[in-house]
């Protein structure tokens, strides 16, 4: 059994910078591999990015790669989205989850474990 609990979102202004952090508790965290998601209103929960469970390799989605940082500390058991020259789209809750051991890194379908959602808003 894995608890995600995510915090860090808020209101931020275009351009501006939030550090999203996901702590797991169970003792499976350094055995999983870890993945960002987000859902904005009306829309299917995307992909944003992922980080394997050595943390060597990590997974973004087109629309954040080069904004985006995904970082694991296994000793916090906690996971981390820095996310920098933020855009309106990017406004949605965000997701932490606990990936499968088997399944794709991209899709929903390939993790078991979901934190509650943090929500973050950026202004124009």
């Known amino acids: 059994q894995v608890q995600l609990v995510e915090s860090g979102g808020g209101l931020v202004q275009a351009g501006d910078s939030l550090r999203l952090s996901c702590a797991a508790s169970g003792r499976t965290f350094s055995s999983r591999a870890m993945g960002w998601f987000r859902q904005a209103p009306g829309k299917e929960r995307e992909f944003v990015a992922a980080i394997s469970r050595s943390g060597g390799s990590t997974y973004y989605a087109d629309s954040v790669k080069g904004r985006f940082t995904i970082s694991r500390d296994s000793a916090r058991n906690t996971v981390y989205l820095q996310m920098n020259s933020l855009k309106p789209e990017d406004t949605a809750v965000y997701y932490c989850?606990?990936?499968?051991?088997?399944?794709?890194?991209?899709?929903?379908?390939?993790?078991?474990?979901w934190g509650q959602g943090t929500q973050v808003t950026v202004s124009s």
């Open positions: 989850a606990a990936k499968r051991d088997s399944g794709s890194y991209y899709s929903p379908s390939g993790y078991d474990y």
